[in-house]
T-cell receptor, first 117, second 109 residues
C-alpha cells in the first residue's frame, strides 16, 4: 500500500470510447503527476499539477485530458485513443516543489494498464 | 532540457555476482534519486543523494553521487533473486521530473 490508489487497474477500450482513469492520494501531498510507461519510453512524464494547477504539460496529445479537482484527486480523461496509446499509466504524488525545483520523492500508484483495440 | 542517461540498459548476472548501474547528466544536478520497479510492479523510491561526493549504503546497496554532481551509481553486492527489477535514476533540478531509461537487472540462479 503506497498511499496512492489508482482505478481501474486494467482497462480495455475501443478507439471510439471515452473512459477515465482515477488517482487518489492519502498522503497529504500537494503535487500530482501522470506518467506513461511503455516499452519504448519507460517513464514518460505527461502532466504535473501543483496545488491543483497544471504546471507542466509535456506536449501530450489532446486526446488525453487531465483534471485535478483538489489536491487529493487526479483524473485522466481518455477519448478517441490510438492502439499506440496502450501502456501502463502511473500516477504519482509528492510533497511538492522546493525552491522552484521538483526535488520531492515521488510516491507511485500501482498503475492502470490500458489496452486500446 | 536536462537529460539523464543510464547504462547499461540490460544486465544479466549470476546470483551472487555484483551489479552496477550508472546515471550521467549533461548538467549539474541539485540531487539524484534512485527507484526500483519489480516486474509487474510500480517504481518505489530507494534513496536521494544531495551532496557532492556523497555515499550512502542500504544493506547490500551502495549509492554514490559524483563530485561534480553530474553522475551517480548504484552498486549491489552479491545479488539475490529479490534484486530482480528495473532501477531508475531521476535527476533533481530545473527539470527534476525526468527519469533515466532504467537498467533491467536479470539474475540467473
Amino acid at each position: 500500500e503506497t498511499g496512492v490508489t489508482q482505478t481501474p487497474r486494467h482497462l480495455v477500450m475501443g478507439m471510439t470510447n471515452k473512459k477515465s482513469l482515477k488517482c487518489e492520494q492519502h498522503l497529504g501531498h500537494n503535487a500530482m503527476y501522470w506518467y506513461k510507461q511503455s516499452a519504448k519510453k519507460p517513464l514518460e512524464l505527461m502532466f504535473v499539477y501543483s496545488l491543483e494547477e497544471r504546471v507542466e504539460n509535456n506536449s501530450v496529445p489532446s486526446r488525453f485530458s487531465p483534471e485535478c479537482p483538489n489536491s487529493s484527486h487526479l483524473f485522466l480523461h481518455l477519448h478517441t485513443l490510438q492502439p499506440e496509446d496502450s501502456a501502463l499509466y502511473l500516477c504519482a504524488s509528492s510533497q511538492g516543489l522546493a525552491g522552484g525545483s521538483f526535488t520531492g520523492e515521488l510516491f507511485f500508484g500501482e498503475g492502470s494498464r490500458l489496452t486500446v483495440l | 532540457g536536462q537529460q539523464v542517461m543510464q547504462i547499461p540498459q540490460y544486465q544479466h548476472v549470476q546470483e551472487g555476482e555484483d551489479f552496477t548501474t550508472y546515471c550521467n547528466s549533461s548538467t549539474t544536478l541539485s540531487n539524484i534519486q534512485w527507484y526500483k520497479q519489480r516486474p509487474g510492479g510500480h517504481p518505489v523510491f530507494l534513496i536521494q543523494l544531495v551532496k557532492s561526493g556523497e555515499v550512502k549504503k542500504q544493506k547490500r546497496l551502495t549509492f554514490q553521487f559524483g563530485e561534480a554532481k553530474k553522475n551517480s551509481s548504484l552498486h549491489i553486492t552479491a545479488t539475490q533473486t529479490t534484486d530482480v527489477g528495473t532501477y531508475f535514476c531521476k535527476g533533481g533540478g530545473a527539470d527534476g521530473l525526468t527519469f533515466g531509461k532504467g537498467t533491467h537487472l536479470i539474475i540467473q540462479p
